[in-house]
């Protein structure tokens, strides 16, 4: 059973232009939203991270933006770098432990 | 340096052959956790701690086995791997906050791919 749905699963951006990915949730007790960023052959790290009582949270290129009523959350970046390339996941935790989106492939290309 | 280590990083073996996967944390976390990462699946929980003598299921637990007697470590286990098994998996550790099963961020280990023949 999904929790996260995650779109799209994968993205190919040329290089100074926005990545959008995007994610929906079912489960209105969830309370924390993050992002997690992969390099190949690393473990996830933690990116950026929201809660839903702000619709948006900037951190340098990164921005989540939040939607509450319609249960969804996105990440943009910014000016998008070729070392941006990487898969990301969004997730989501309430009184449960932390799932997962299933991920996005991104690709900046020059 | 706080980090999350995982060792092997790479195994390859038999179907029945039992085998350990080791992980340890040195930032004193209550909350670990270990998930297994498939193409086109994302990361699923296979099981997790809450502190020491406490596991749980997570989504994913058929054919594993975890341990945690010591805060720092915690063991996967396959008793008897078969090929489903193949995967890439994390381990991942994170401090508990008020009231909750952690409070934000996840630490993850450099992964372990093991290949089941």
């Known amino acids: 059973q999904q929790q996260v749905k995650q779109s799209p699963q994968s993205l190919i951006v040329q290089k100074g232009g926005i990545s959008i990915i995007n994610c929906a949730y079912e489960n209105t007790a969830f309370d924390y939203f993050p992002w997690y960023q992969q390099f190949p052959g690393k473990g996830p790290a933690l990116l950026i991270a929201?809660?839903?009582?702000?619709s948006e949270k900037k951190e340098g290129r990164f921005t989540i933006s939040f939607n509450k009523s319609a249960k969804q959350f996105s990440l943009h970046i910014m000016d998008s770098q070729p070392g941006d390339s990487a898969t990301y996941f969004c997730a989501a935790k309430g009184n449960t432990p932390l799932v997962f989106g299933k991920g996005t492939r991104l690709s900046v290309i020059a | 340096e706080a980090q999350v280590t995982q060792n092997p990083r790479y195994l390859i073996t038999v179907t029945g052959k039992k085998l350990t996967v080791t992980c340890s944390q040195n930032?004193?976390?209550?909350?670990m956790s270990w998930y297994r990462q498939d193409p086109g699946l994302g990361l699923r929980q296979i099981y997790y701690?809450?502190?020491?003598?406490?596991?749980d299921k997570g989504d994913v637990p058929e054919g594993y086995k975890v341990s945690r007697k010591e805060k720092r470590n915690f063991p996967l286990i396959l008793e008897s791997p078969s090929p489903n098994q193949t995967s890439l998996y994390f381990c991942?550790?994170?401090?508990?906050?008020?009231?909750?099963?952690?409070?934000?961020?996840?630490?993850f280990g450099p992964g372990t791919r093991l290949t089941v023949t």
């Open positions: 930032m004193n976390h209550e909350y």
């Open positions: 929201i809660r839903p009582d702000v």
């Open positions: 701690s809450m502190n020491v003598e406490v596991t």
């Open positions: 991942a550790s994170s401090p508990r906050g008020q009231g909750g099963f952690f409070f934000g961020e996840q630490y």
